[in-house]
C-alpha cells in the first residue's frame, strides 16, 4: 500500500488509506453520560471504577490540557510487550483548552473489536455529545481546535498489536522523566505499573516497575518523546511500516534515523549528528504545512519545547560520535 512512497505529496494517500480502514458500527452511545464514565456528568463526578493514569510522555495536541481514564473488567494479559486488554475495557482522554473542556476521546473494545468515537462538550461543560464520525472543523467552544475524525483515531491508534499507546510499561513507570516536555502531575490516585501489580492486573508481566530510556538526560527525554508521539505511527508494523522509520526505542532510532538518509530530501539525512538545521526529522516537527507537518495529524501549532530538547539531543549525538570514534 505505501511501498512506492518516495515524495512527501504522496502523505495524502497514504493516509487515506490508513484511515480508509473499515471503522465497523458504531456501537457506541449518544452522549458522554451513558459510556458510564461519570456517577454525575452534570457535575463531573467520575464513577469510582473509572481509574486515572498519566503517561509520563504525553501526546502533544497544541496544548490542550488533559485528563484520562480507564476502566479494566479483568486484568491485562501483559506477557508480551504489547500488553492485550480484556473484552469490555473502556478508557476515556478529556481535552481541555483555555481552561474549558473541549472534548472526551473514547475507546471501547467490544467483542466485534475497538471502536472509538469522540463527544463534544457543550458550552456549560455539563454533558457532551457524539461527534460526526468525519470530525468537525471548529468546535464552537474552542475555535482552533479541530475534533479529528474516526478515520484519524484509527491512524494514530490502529497500526501495532494494540491500540492503547499511552497505557503501556514505558509510560506508566514509577520511574518518571523530569525533563518529559509538558510532563503532567499524576493525577491523584493514578494507576502506575506497581499498583497495577499490587492488585494483580497485570498477569504475565515479568519486567521492571521502573523502566526507563538510558542515556542523559536530554536524550532520554527526547527518544521519550518520539517514542509516544511518533512511534504510534513510525514503527516496524502497521501502513506506515514501509517509510522504514522506526521511532519506537532507543535502538530503533539509531537504526533507522541517526545518520539514515532521508527517502525524500536527499542528500540531507533523517537525524544529521551534530547539525539540527540539516536533520529532516526536525524541519517536520517545524513545518506547518500539512503536506509536510510532522504528526501530520492532531496539531497544527508548533511544540516548541520539543523541536528544542529535539535540536539538544541532535547537538549532542556528535559528541556521542566523536566519543565513540575514540574508544
Ligand atoms: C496524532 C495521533 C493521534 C490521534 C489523531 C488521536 N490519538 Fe488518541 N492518543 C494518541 C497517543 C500518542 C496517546 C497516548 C499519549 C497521551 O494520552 O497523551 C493517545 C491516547 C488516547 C486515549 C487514552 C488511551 C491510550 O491509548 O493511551 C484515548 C481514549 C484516545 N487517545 C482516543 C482517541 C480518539 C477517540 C481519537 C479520535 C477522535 C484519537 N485518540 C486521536 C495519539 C492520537
Ligand atoms: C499518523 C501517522 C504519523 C505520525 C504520528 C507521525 N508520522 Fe512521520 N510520517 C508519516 C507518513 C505516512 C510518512 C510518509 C509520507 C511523508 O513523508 O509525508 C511520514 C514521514 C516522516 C518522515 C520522513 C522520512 C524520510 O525518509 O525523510 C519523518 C522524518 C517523519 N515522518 C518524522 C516524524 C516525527 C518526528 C513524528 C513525531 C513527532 C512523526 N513523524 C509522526 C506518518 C506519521
Redesign the pocket.
Known sequence: M?GG?KS?T??AA??AA?CGNDPGPPDVPPTLGETGLYADVATRTVAPEMRPFTPQYPLWSDGAAKQRWIYLPEPIDASRADWQFPVHTRVWKELSVGGRRVETRYMVRTPAGWRYATYVWNADGTEAALAPREGLASAEVAPAHRIPSEGECR??HANGATPVLGFAALQLSIDRDPDAPHAERPAPGSLDLASLLATGELAGYTGSIAPRIAGSPVERAALGY?HA??G???RADGP?AA???D?TDPAAARRTAIGRP????APKL?VAPGAPADS??LA??RALDP??R????GTRVVDDAATHLIASWIDQLADNQHLETRR
Open positions: 505505501l512512497v512527501p504522496a502523505i497514504v493516509l490508513a491512524a494514530c518520539l508521539n511518533c504510534g505511527c513510525h506506515v517509510v522504514g522509520l521511532l532521508s527517502d525524500f530530501g533523517r529532516v526529522l517536520r516537527m503536506l509536510s510532522m504528526p501530520p495529524l
